[in-house]
């Protein structure tokens, strides 16, 4: 695993460079071209996931709700420590 980080940040640096030299090397986003078509495939998958998440949000609200309920003990709390 630590030779595969190594390597991915060596090509994350080569990439910074490569941006300065975009100019020169214009058939590489051509490269990029044809990589979004294959992507654009698999999207699909992602808008599920979206849809996932979209269902799992009314959760986190309920949790938030919860949290505000919650509050004011902690207030309360407060009072009691300053009494002391």
């Known amino acids: 695993m630590a ?3 190594r390597k991915a940040a060596k090509k994350k640096a080569t990439r ?3 941006t300065k030299r975009k100019a ?3 058939p590489a986003r051509k490269k990029a071209k044809k990589k979004a078509k294959k992507k654009a495939k698999k999207k699909p ?3 599920k996931a979206k849809k996932k998440a979209a269902k799992k ?3 986190r ?3 938030k709700k919860k949290a505000a309920k919650k509050k004011p003990a902690r207030k309360k709390a407060k009072k009691k420590a ?3």
């Open 3 to 5: 030779k595969k980080k």
């Open 16 to 18: 910074k460079k490569a």
């Open 24 to 26: 020169k090397k214009k």
């Open 45 to 47: 998958a992602r808008k």
């Open 57 to 59: 949000k009314p959760a």
């Open 61 to 63: 609200k309920k949790a």
């Open 82 to 84: 300053r009494r002391r």
